[in-house]
């Protein structure tokens, strides 16, 4: 089902995940019809490989979660690893009529240069400059129609107000380097 989200947002088929179930099933049929020879699976042939050399790792810092709290009335995400703040944003929310959502969600889509759909006229914006979503969309609410996520802007001098349909819109740099650190499943605290 396609989902367009409430700030004015649409999302392109994901052709990646249809390409990996059909390499799944060719591979799992390879295997099946023993396609792929004795010796892909001749388990006796053992070969010692050393391993890579491991790294010091602070263990805490591994076992930290990172959550994200939205504080609506300040326009501003605060990111967090475990109790520790890691980062703050400032952000544009939903205007009067169209608020953003408050309460507690959880990150279930991320994607690189997403097209825009009009929600009341149908035209599709592709990716590029002209897109009011930038470059990234990191999705947390879903109606099952439309959603409302974080996302870049063409124009940054919005920054501060309440002016989009839900979504946080956020500075391209800033929304870049939010995407690199949330993952699907990152928790949303958004509070009025």
Known sequence: M???????TAFATFVGLASAQSAFAVS???????ALGASALNTSEQQTVSPPPIESVDPTAVSEVLKLQLHLSERRLAVYRGDMLIA????????????????????????????????FTGEVIPPGPGNPLGTRWIGFWSDGQNSIGFHGTPDESVIGSAVSHGCVRMRNEDV????????????VTVLP
């Open 2 to 8: 396609r989902r367009k989200a409430l700030c004015v």
């Open 28 to 34: 799992t049929s390879a295997l099946e019809t023993g």
């Open 88 to 119: 703050n944003y400032s952000v544009a929310v939903g205007r009067e009529g169209w608020q953003t959502p408050t309460g507690e969600f959880s990150v279930f889509q991320k994607q690189r240069d997403p097209a825009w759909e009009h929600p």
């Open 176 to 187: 870049l380097a939010l995407y690199e650190q949330v993952s699907v499943d990152t928790v």
